[in-house]
C-alpha cells in the first residue's frame, strides 16, 4: 500500500476525532455564554425577591410587636396606633410566593414556614385580644413562642439565601 495512503488512513480518524473535540467545545462555550446573562439576571431577581421577603418579614414582626404591646399595655397603644387587620400580612405573602416562584426548592420551603409562622403570630395576637386579662393569658407565652419562631425561620432563611447568592454553601 502506497504510504500516502496509509497515511491518509492514519490520519482521518484523528482529523474526526479532533473536528468532534472542536465541536463541542465550541457548543459548550455558546451555551455558556448565553447561560451568563440569563444566570446573572435570574441571579438579580433571585436577589430581589429574597430582601423583599426579609424587608417584609421585619416590617410584619415590629407590627405584631407593637400591636401585642398594645394589647398588654393599652397605655403603649398612643404611641403607634397599630391594630390588628386581615391585610397584616398580605406583603409578606407575596414576598413568600416570589420567593417560591424564584426558588431553589430549599428557599421556597423556608419562605412557606416563614408565612406558616406569621399566620401563628396573628392567631396569637387576635387570641389576646379576646382575652380577659391579656397579660395573664396563655397567648401570652404563645405569642412569646411564635415570635420567637418567625425571627429564628427568618434568620434561617437569610443564611440560606445568603449562602445560595454567594455560592458559599447550601443547596443550589
Request: charged fraction near 20%; aromatic fraction near 6%; proline fraction near 3%.
Amino acid at each position: 500500500m502506497d504510504s500516502a495512503i496509509v497515511a491518509a488512513l492514519i490520519t482521518t480518524p484523528t482529523a474526526i476525532l479532533a473536528a468532534a473535540a472542536a465541536y463541542a467545545a465550541g457548543r459548550a462555550q455558546a451555551q455558556a455564554a448565553h447561560r451568563g446573562p440569563v444566570d446573572a439576571i435570574r441571579r438579580q431577581h433571585q436577589r430581589e425577591a429574597y430582601a423583599a421577603l426579609v424587608a417584609e418579614v421585619a416590617k410584619y414582626e415590629k407590627h405584631m410587636f407593637r400591636v401585642y404591646l398594645g394589647i398588654i399595655d393599652p397605655g403603649m397603644q398612643h404611641h403607634w396606633n397599630d391594630t390588628l387587620t386581615v391585610q397584616d400580612n398580605e406583603a409578606l405573602v407575596f414576598a413568600t410566593a416570589a420567593v417560591r416562584l424564584e426558588g431553589p426548592t430549599h428557599l421556597a420551603d423556608l419562605a412557606h414556614q416563614i408565612e406558616l409562622a406569621s399566620n401563628h403570630i396573628y392567631g396569637a395576637v387576635l387570641e389576646l385580644q379576646h382575652a380577659e386579662d391579656p397579660v395573664a393569658s396563655p397567648a401570652n407565652t404563645k405569642f412569646d413562642e411564635r415570635h420567637a419562631t418567625l425571627n429564628d425561620r427568618a434568620k434561617a432563611f437569610v443564611e440560606a439565601a445568603s449562602a445560595h447568592l454567594n455560592g458559599t454553601g447550601g443547596r443550589h
